[in-house]
C-alpha cells in the first residue's frame, strides 16, 4: 500500500509537471501565429483582382466556440465569401492562453480573417499580445478601388495622434470609390437602458463622437462597422451608414430583441455596396436567453482555459491524496533519547552527505558541507558527499569524496548553475550500497535530501538534516501560476520543513532563532543548535600580499567596505545598495564597497550603480574562490550586510574572523551572530539608521579597533572543529537511538 501511495502521488506530481511544461512551451508551438493582419492583408490582395468581392464583418467573438467556431464559420463557407473582417473582442480577455485558443480558431479559416483592437483584447495586460500577434493597432490597406481603416478606439492609443492620422488616412482615400471604417466602440450613441455607463459600449464623449461623425461625412465615408453592443443596429448619420454587429458569439442581452447571434455579409459589386444581416438559425428568445449565455460563457472558459482547470484539478488531487494519507498515517514523533552510555562512542564512522547543491557552486550550504566533512575527516571518519554533476567539475581538495549524480535537466542563466538531478537512476542507489555506510546526513528537505531520507529508511540507518535555508523567502523562484507562488511562501514551504524534520532522527539548526522557528512550525524532533565553523587556516595570510589586495580594491579611498552576497533578489540588494547612496550623498567619508558573489541581479545591480554615479564607491567583484576569501574579509575595514532571509550569519562570522565590525539589518540568524554595541550593529531596515552606524564606525577609530577585536572574540568560538565535535556527539547518540528502536 505505501509503494502504491507513493506511485499515485508520483503520477500525480508527473502530470502536474507535463501540464506547467506546456503552458510554459505552448507559445512557442505557435511561431505562425504573428502578424496576422499583416499577413492576410497581403493575401487579400493577392486574392482579390477586381472590384467584386464580398466579405463577413463579425464583432464580439469572444473565444466562443459553439457560436462562432462552430455556426458562423459554417455559415459563411456556404457564402462563399473572400474574408472576414472582425471589429474586435475576439477573446474574453487579454491573457495569451485566450490568444493561443483563438489561434485555434483560426487553424480552421481557409478565409483571410482582419481584426480591429477592442477593449477585451487589451484586458489583463494583453496589449503586449495584441501587438504580438495581430500587429498594429490602427491601420489601413486597399483593394482596388475599396479603402479599409481600423482604428483604436480601447484608449490604448494616444487620440491627437491617431486623430492625425485617420485625417491623413482619409485624405489618402478620397481617390478610392469605395471607404469602410472598422471600430469597436460606436461613434453614435445608441439607447442602451441596460447599462449602468453607457460609455462603456459607444464612445462615451460627446465632442469626440461629433468629430468622428462630421470626419466621415466629409469624406464620405461608405460604412462604419463597429460591435463593443452585443446587438445589431443599423443607422444613417450625414449620409454615412454606421452598423453595430455583436452578435458573434458573447452573451446576449436579455430584455433586448436587437440581441441575437448574427453577422454581416457586405457584398461590393459594380460600385454598389449591399449590406445583409445573417442571422443564425434557432436563435433564442426572451425566455431561454439566459440558459444559453450560462452555456456559452461556461464552454468558452473552459475551453480557454482547460489546461488551467486541469492544473488546478491535479494539483487539488494531489494535496487531498497527501492529506488523506498523512491523517491516516500513524506516526510517533516523540521517542526519547537513549542517555545510555554510548557504545559507538569514539567509533570511526561511515557518513553519507545528500545536497542539492555544491561547489563549484559558491554559496553558505556547499561552504557549510565543505567544512563540516573537513572537521570530520580530521577526527577520522570518511565523508562522502552525494552531489549533482556540474559541467565544470570543481577542483577541490575533496573531490575524490564527492560523488557525483547525474542530471536531467542543467539551468543556467546570469551567471546561476542548478543542475537537476536524476534521483531516479538506480547508480545513486548502487553507489550508496558499494559504500557500507553508517549514517546519512541531508542537507535539502526536497530532492537528492529527501533521496538520502528514503535510502537512509531502507537500510535502516540513523539521519540526520541540517536545516539551512528559509525556503519561503525563495519563493519568487516558484512560477506565478494561479496560487502556488503565495502558496508555496505561506504554507508549502514551513510544511516542507516540518514534514521532512519529523521523519530524521534528528535536526541540526544553525542558531537558536532558527531552533524556535522549527518548535513554531511543528517539528518535534531532537534539535541541535550547531552554526557552521570557521576554518582559521584560511586567514594565516602573507601581510604583504593582504596590503598589496587592499591598494588593488581601495585605490584613492581611505576606506574599505565589503559585503558577500549571492545576486539575487532575496538578498535584500537594492536597500544595501541604497544605503550606499545615502551615505555617499549625507557624509564626506572617502569610502568603497566591494561587494563579493554573482547571481542573476548582477545587471540590474551594475544599472543601478551606473544610474546613481557610484562607480566610484561600488564594485562588484564577482565569485571568489572560498580559500580565498579570507584575503578579501583581511584587506576590509567593515563588513556590511541587508539580507534578511539568512538562517545563520555565516559570512558575518567570517569578517569577524578577520575583525570586520559588522553592520547588519536586523533578521533572524542576523540577530545570534551580532551583539549590538559590541561586535557590530543591527538596525531596523530603514536607510537612515544602516548608514549611520557605518559613518559611525568609520570616523570614531577607537570604537572601530574595539569592535574589531570583540569580533574576533566572537568568530573564535566557532572553529570548524568546534563544530565536528558537536556533529559527532549527535551522531553517536541517534546511531544508539536507531539500535534500541
Not at 144 to 162: A, G, K, M
Not at 224 to 239: D, M, Y
Not at 291 to 301: D, E, G, M, R, T
Not at 384 to 393: G, Q, R, T, V
Request: charged share 25%; hydrophobic share 40%.
Amino acid at each position: 500500500m505505501k509503494s502504491r501511495g507513493k506511485l499515485y502521488i508520483l503520477i500525480f506530481i508527473i502530470i502536474i509537471l507535463v501540464l506547467i511544461s506546456y503552458k510554459i512551451y505552448a507559445p512557442f508551438t505557435i511561431q505562425d501565429f504573428k502578424s496576422v493582419n499583416v499577413r492576410n492583408m497581403n493575401t487579400i490582395r493577392e486574392k482579390i483582382k477586381n472590384n467584386g468581392y464580398s466579405f463577413a464583418v463579425v464583432g464580439n467573438i469572444e473565444n466562443s466556440i459553439a457560436i462562432f467556431d462552430n455556426r458562423i464559420l459554417e455559415k459563411t463557407k456556404q457564402n462563399n465569401i473572400d474574408f472576414i473582417i472582425s471589429s474586435g473582442n475576439n477573446v474574453r480577455d487579454g491573457d495569451e492562453s485566450k490568444y493561443r485558443v483563438f489561434y485555434r480558431t483560426l487553424e480552421k479559416l481557409k478565409t483571410p480573417f482582419l481584426t480591429a483592437v477592442g477593449k477585451r483584447e487589451i484586458t489583463d495586460g494583453g496589449s503586449d499580445n495584441f501587438y504580438k500577434y495581430f500587429g498594429p493597432f490602427y491601420y489601413s490597406f486597399q483593394i482596388d478601388d475599396s479603402y479599409f481603416i481600423f482604428l483604436d478606439t480601447t484608449e490604448n492609443t494616444n487620440l491627437n495622434w491617431q486623430q492625425q492620422w485617420l485625417r491623413n488616412e482619409l485624405k489618402e482615400a478620397a481617390a478610392y470609390q469605395k471607404k469602410f471604417v472598422i471600430m469597436n466602440k460606436t461613434p453614435i450613441k445608441v439607447d442602451t437602458e441596460y447599462l449602468i455607463d453607457d460609455s462603456i459600449k459607444y464612445i462615451g464623449d460627446q465632442q469626440l463622437r461629433n468629430f468622428y461623425q462630421d470626419i466621415f461625412a466629409e469624406y464620405d465615408i461608405d460604412a462604419v462597422f463597429s460591435s463593443n453592443l452585443e446587438i445589431f443596429h443599423q443607422q444613417e448619420i450625414k449620409g454615412v451608414d454606421y452598423y453595430i454587429s455583436g452578435g458573434a458569439g458573447g452573451e446576449l442581452i436579455f430584455d433586448n430583441d436587437k440581441s441575437f447571434y448574427h453577422y454581416l455579409l457586405v457584398n461590393v459589386n459594380q460600385g454598389e455596396i449591399q449590406v445583409k444581416v445573417e442571422r443564425l438559425e434557432n436563435n433564442p428568445g426572451l425566455a431561454s436567453k439566459l440558459l444559453v449565455n450560462i452555456w456559452v460563457a461556461v464552454q468558452s472558459f473552459f475551453y480557454a482555459n482547460y489546461i488551467n482547470i486541469l492544473l488546478v484539478l491535479f494539483i487539488v488531487l494531489t494535496v487531498f491524496y497527501i492529506i488523506h494519507r498523512e491523517i491516516n498515517k500513524e506516526v510517533n514523533y516523540y521517542r526519547d533519547f537513549a542517555y545510555a552510555e554510548n557504545e559507538y562512542k569514539n567509533e570511526n564512522l561511515k557518513i553519507a552527505m545528500f545536497t542539492n547543491n555544491y561547489f563549484p557552486v559558491i554559496g553558505g550550504v556547499p561552504i557549510s558541507i565543505q567544512r563540516l566533512s573537513k572537521a570530520l575527516r580530521k577526527r577520522g571518519h570518511e565523508v562522502k558527499i552525494f552531489a549533482p554533476e556540474y559541467k565544470n567539475k570543481s577542483q577541490n581538495e575533496d573531490e575524490g569524496n564527492i560523488i557525483h549524480c547525474n542530471f536531467i535537466y542543467y539551468y543556467e542563466e546570469a551567471g546561476l548553475e542548478f543542475p537537476v538531478t536524476n534521483i531516479y537512476s538506480p547508480q545513486i542507489k548502487k553507489d550508496f550500497q558499494a559504500e557500507d555506510f553508517d549514517l546519512v546526513h541531508a542537507h535539502h528537505p526536497f530532492w537528492l535530501g529527501n533521496k538520502g531520507r528514503k535510502l537512509a529508511e531502507k537500510f535502516n540507518l540513523p539521519l540526520a538534516f541540517t536545516y539551512h535555508t528559509r525556503l519561503e523567502k525563495y519563493a519568487h523562484y516558484v512560477p506565478n501560476i494561479l496560487f502556488m507562488r503565495k502558496f508555496f511562501a505561506n504554507r508549502l514551504s514551513h510544511f516542507l520543513i516540518k514534514n521532512f524534520s519529523n521523519k530524521t532522527d534528528a535536526v541540526f539548526a544553525p542558531t537558536e532563532s532558527a531552533k524556535e522557528y522549527l518548535r513554531n512550525v511543528g517539528v518535534s524532533r531532537y534539535i541541535k543548535v550547531m552554526p557552521t565553523g570557521i576554518d582559521f587556516n584560511y586567514y594565516n595570510c602573507d601581510e604583504d600580499k593582504i596590503k598589496e589586495l587592499r591598494q588593488k580594491l581601495i585605490g584613492d579611498s581611505e576606506h574599505l567596505l565589503i559585503s558577500v552576497s549571492r545576486l539575487s533578489k532575496e538578498k535584500n540588494l537594492y536597500f544595501l545598495l541604497d544605503g550606499i547612496k545615502n551615505l555617499k550623498e549625507t557624509t564626506e567619508l572617502n569610502f568603497k564597497l566591494i561587494i563579493i558573489g554573482s547571481g542573476s541581479e548582477k545587471e540590474n545591480i551594475e544599472q543601478f550603480i551606473k544610474d546613481n554615479s557610484l562607480e566610484n564607491y561600488i564594485e562588484l567583484i564577482g565569485a571568489v574562490d572560498f580559500r580565498e576569501m579570507a584575503k578579501y574579509y583581511l584587506a576590509s575595514d567593515l563588513f556590511v550586510f541587508a539580507s534578511t532571509t539568512e538562517t545563520q550569519g555565516m559570512v558575518l562570522l567570517e569578517a569577524m574572523a578577520a575583525k570586520n565590525p559588522v553592520v547588519a539589518v536586523k533578521s533572524s540568524g542576523i540577530d545570534d551572530v551580532i551583539e549590538n554595541g559590541v561586535n557590530g550593529y543591527k538596525t531596523e531596515e530603514k536607510l537612515d539608521k544602516w548608514s549611520s552606524r557605518i559613518e559611525e564606525l568609520l570616523t570614531d577609530r577607537q570604537k572601530h579597533d574595539e569592535f574589531s577585536q570583540n569580533a574576533f572574540k566572537t568568530a573564535k568560538s566557532y572553529s570548524i572543529e568546534k563544530m565536528a565535535e558537536e556533529a559527532e556527539e549527535l551522531y553517536y547518540k541517534i546511531m544508539q537511538l536507531k539500535k534500541d528502536y
